[in-house]
């Protein structure tokens, strides 16, 4: 017997079903490939990679100065070495006879909020500050050093500052130059490099001086191009990805066999208790 009563769940028409993955980014039809209506034919050998990442997620394609700077901002990010560790884990996996893809997805799956995060959140920091600024008319550097106190009093980083290998991040000031440079061209508004320079500045009167980090100046050109803070990050989980393949590629040609984090013999301190017998029962 069907079911007729008023519960009963209507049944998804053709429409409900072709709508169920609806999508702006791509249309595909036997034999034809759009990317945000561009026929594939077209893009391919006319616009580039970077050209490409910017009209899949914005939904245009890119000025050569967006392109440009965006280009310069993923490269200053692709890697950081094997003591990072998204890189560190993605070749340990590699050595434990996993695929190429699975060691690739191990060393993405560790950027989180801590490593690989704080662009994200520079963003966020950066957006906040230029919107409080232009709604109210506070000076940048009197909200600059509000918005740290506020992170002392939580003992929270300020994110985008500082670096717990470089004095100074060798990456800052050539994409700092190009976004001066672009800013000079009128090609984006500066308004959100003033903010983080203003944040710079107030951290530099402190008791030590924090730099601007590589998440600090890429928040800044994300900002600028009107990146939102959450797609900042996946631009940088794309951009480390390369660093990441190009490290467990080079563990998997070299055919090492399950590597930990300590060279043998070394291993882990043991903090537990001391050897002791198992009591007996009764």
């Keep these: 017997?069907?079911?007729?009563?008023?519960?009963?769940?209507?049944?998804?028409?053709?429409?409900?079903?072709?709508?169920?993955?609806?999508?702006?980014?791509?249309?595909?039809?036997?034999?034809?490939?759009?990317?945000?209506?561009?026929?594939?034919?077209?893009?391919?050998?006319?616009?580039?990679?970077?050209?490409?990442?910017?009209?899949?997620?914005?939904?245009?394609?890119?000025?050569?100065?967006?392109?440009?700077?965006?280009?310069?901002?993923?490269?200053?990010?692709?890697?950081?070495?094997?003591?990072?560790?998204?890189?560190?884990?993605?070749?340990?996996?590699?050595?434990c006879g996993v695929g190429l893809n699975s060691a690739i997805a191990n060393g993405v799956n560790v950027l989180g909020d801590t490593h690989g995060g704080a662009g994200q959140q520079c963003v966020q920091l950066l957006n906040d500050l230029v919107a409080e600024h232009e709604a109210t008319g506070a000076a940048l550097d009197d909200l600059a050093r509000a918005a740290i106190g506020e992170h002392k009093r939580h003992g929270r980083f300020v994110p985008g500052f500082g670096h717990r290998f470089h004095p100074r991040d060798p990456r800052r000031d050539p994409l700092l130059a190009l976004v001066e440079a672009a800013v000079a061209a009128g090609d984006i508004s500066g308004r959100y490099l003033a903010a983080g320079l203003a944040v710079e500045a107030a951290l530099e009167r402190g008791e030590r001086r924090i730099p601007m980090n590589i998440d600090g100046i890429s928040a800044i050109v994300y900002a600028e191009l009107g990146v939102e803070p959450e797609l900042a990050r996946g631009l940088f989980v794309l951009s480390r990805s390369v660093g990441i393949l190009a490290h467990a590629w080079e563990e998997k040609q070299a055919g090492g066999r399950i590597k930990g984090p300590l060279p043998p013999p070394l291993l882990a301190d043991y903090t537990g208790e001391h050897t002791r017998d198992v009591p007996g029962e009764g």
Excluded: C
């Design 1 to 95: 017997m069907s079911d007729t009563g008023s519960n009963a769940k209507p049944q998804p028409t053709l429409d409900d079903a072709t709508a169920w993955w609806s999508t702006s980014v791509t249309r595909i039809a036997p034999g034809e490939i759009e990317l945000r209506g561009y026929p594939i034919e077209q893009v391919i050998g006319n616009v580039g990679f970077v050209s490409t990442i910017w009209l899949l997620t914005k939904g245009s394609l890119p000025t050569p100065a967006v392109s440009r700077l965006l280009e310069a901002t993923l490269v200053a990010s692709v890697d950081h070495g094997p003591q990072a560790p998204s890189i560190a884990s993605a070749r340990m996996a590699a050595t």
